[in-house]
């Protein structure tokens, strides 16, 4: 017996797993198209008139994604699919900025996206983010204000180049 068996009892879990599902849904009807900004101010999240531009629309989706995995609501699905067909559109149109968080955005929404449904726009709208930062040069090596550390973002960026590379086979990805 570990020393938390009788804290997280199926009782618990199931407790907490309820509650993820209604806080979900609440967020999903409150936010709609209307996205929470990344960050609470004084614990109120507001809508983000921008947050196509913002790094955290790949974990939103993302997390949708997980949900209907974990419930089998098709809601969640649907809901995260709208998410990420949105993103691919803008960067198909180019209408969404460059980021050094490439990896944040992509992976968790259009990875998702090809996994649950081969979303083929969705393997088009990764190679688009890893075009970008092969040509910005958004790799750890060159980013000089993060000389000496690593950020997640850094590794995550790196993943979507190596999975790119894997799926294209084209080596620019991968040097």
Same mark, same amino acid.
């Given at each position: $017996? ?32 209307? $996205? ?57 149109? =180019? ?11 992509? $992976? ?9 449904? =081969? ?13 970008? $930062? ?40 991968? =040097?």
């Amino acid at each position: $017996m570990n020393q938390f068996s009788d804290i997280l009892s199926n009782d618990i879990l199931n407790k907490v797993k309820e509650n993820i599902y209604v806080v979900l849904k609440r967020s999903m009807l409150k936010f709609h198209t209307n $996205m929470p900004a990344s960050a609470s101010e004084n614990g109120v999240y507001t809508f983000n008139p921008n947050f196509y531009d913002d790094w955290h629309v790949g974990f939103w989706a993302g997390i949708y994604y997980l949900a209907h995995e974990m419930f089998g609501d098709r809601t969640f699905l649907s809901y995260a699919e709208s998410i990420t067909e949105a993103l691919q559109q803008k960067t198909i149109n =180019r209408t969404v900025w460059e980021s050094p968080d490439e990896g944040f955005i992509y $992976m968790p929404s259009c990875v998702n996206s090809f996994k649950v449904n =081969r979303n083929y726009q969705s393997v088009e709208t990764l190679c688009i983010a890893a075009d970008r $930062m092969v040509k910005s040069n958004m790799d750890v090596e060159k980013d000089k204000l993060h000389i000496g550390r690593t950020k997640a973002g850094d590794i995550t960026n790196l993943n979507l180049l190596r999975l790119v590379g894997l799926i294209s086979t084209n080596e620019k990805y991968t =040097r």
